[in-house]
């Protein structure tokens, strides 16, 4: 199959191998890059936490970049929101990591189990945005004392504006994999901009969530993971 993947890099590679090791064609478009906030997530640290929460893996690479500074936190408990993100965390050397079902309100029932007793200092969570609010509103929900700092902004790349019937001129794509809501709407926009339509250009469109579906154009065949991680995503493939 030729599959188009519209995930920032260096994640857009990583899923190329994937998709090259199932055989299929992959074919990059990254519509956003990541801006890493270090100071902001630098001072973070400094102040007082009982635990850091991650909801994407891109938040590793900003916890990355700093370095040795990062080394005092690494035997902090660190709750992620699935399974790539905890594999990220963990090659950055964590070693007190718990490991969600891969949603916001999933994460939030663990954080709030392990924190029952009361006795913790307040939880960092280390955001992205934009975001969702769902990890927030489920700890507000369950009473768990938080704060958000944004640690990396994702901004959307410029595309020419022939790039959708460029790649075009091999024929349509099999499917587009489509990972974030904001990458959904920026895709639905340059077809609008291209005068194509979603089914013209790709005969599916698969989303890791039915929030990303919903922004698609009404003629993309949209399909949604049973749940929101690349594992499930490709295996809709």
Do not use: N, W
């Not at 998709?19 to 990059?28: D, K, N, V, Y």
């Not at 001072?43 to 990062?70: D, F, N, P, V």
């Not at 990303?212 to 993309?220: N, Q, S, T």
């Amino acid at each position: 199959m030729r599959v188009l993947v519209t995930r920032p890099r260096p994640a857009a590679t990583a899923t190329a191998l994937k998709l090259e090791a199932m055989g299929h064609e992959a074919i990059l478009l990254p519509l956003m890059q990541a801006e890493h906030l270090v100071a902001a997530v630098e001072t973070a640290l400094k102040q007082s936490h009982g635990a850091i929460a991650l909801t994407s893996a891109e938040a590793t690479r900003a916890l990355a970049a700093l370095g040795r500074a990062l080394e005092p936190h690494l035997a902090t408990p660190l709750f992620c929101v699935g399974q790539a993100t905890g594999r990220a965390a963990a090659e950055l050397g964590f070693t007190d990591i718990h490991v969600g079902p891969g949603t916001g309100e999933g994460l939030a029932e663990t954080i709030a189990a392990a924190f029952a007793g009361g006795t913790r200092e307040p939880l960092l969570y280390l955001a992205g945005s934009p975001r969702s609010d769902g990890l927030e509103r489920a700890l507000r929900q369950r009473g768990v004392d938080y704060s958000t700092v944004e640690c990396y902004r994702m901004a959307p790349i410029a595309c020419r504006p022939d790039e959708l019937s460029s790649l075009l001129r091999a024929g349509r794509f099999d499917a587009v994999l489509l990972y974030s809501r904001q990458t959904a709407r920026q895709f639905a926009a340059l077809l609008s901009q291209s005068r194509l339509s979603a089914a013209a250009f790709a005969r599916r469109y698969l989303c890791l969530s039915a929030a990303i579906a919903e922004v698609l154009p009404a003629d993309a065949a949209a399909e949604v993971a049973i749940m929101p991680d690349e594992q499930h995503l490709l295996k809709l493939l």
